[in-house]
Nanobody, 119 residues
Framework: QVQLVESGGGLVQLGGSLRLSCAASGFTFSNYRMNWYRQASGKGRELVATINSAGDTTIYADSVKGRFTISRDNAKNTVYLQMNSLKPEDTAVYYC????????????WGQGTQVTVSS
């Protein structure tokens, strides 16, 4: 059974930090590029960060560049999102997504974790 389970969300003050985790099971994690998305209330889903299957290439949205860091541990089948200098506009539900590096694979989504930044 395929699962992506996010954790680490919560309520934090302006300027604070959180570390999100996304634990994967049921598929070959190292064959997937991993993404973090977020969706604020009333808005569309936004791609925040991407990391390749080997973990040596990352891409960030301009809105989080320099504040967020995506990483992965293929031995633990887990991807992380370290979020520093948080702002109220970072408030959203954060989702991880697994994208196969092979064309015949299937995308997987987690259920999301709420991050709320208070001012």
């Amino acid at each position: 059974q395929v699962q992506l389970v996010e954790s680490g969300g919560g309520l934090v003050q302006l300027g604070g930090s959180l570390r999100l985790s996304c634990a994967a099971s049921g598929f070959t994690f190292s064959n997937y590029r991993m993404n973090w998305y977020r969706q604020a209330s009333g808005k569309g889903r936004e791609l925040v960060a991407t990391i390749n299957s080997a973990g040596d290439t990352t891409i960030y949205a301009d809105s989080v560049k320099g504040r967020f860091t995506i990483s992965r541990d293929n031995a633990k089948n887990t991807v992380y999102l370290q979020m520093n200098s948080l702002k109220p506009e970072d408030t959203a539900v954060y989702y991880c997504k697994a994208v196969p590096i092979y064309s015949n694979g299937v995308n997987y989504w987690g259920q999301g974790t709420q991050v709320t930044v208070s001012s």
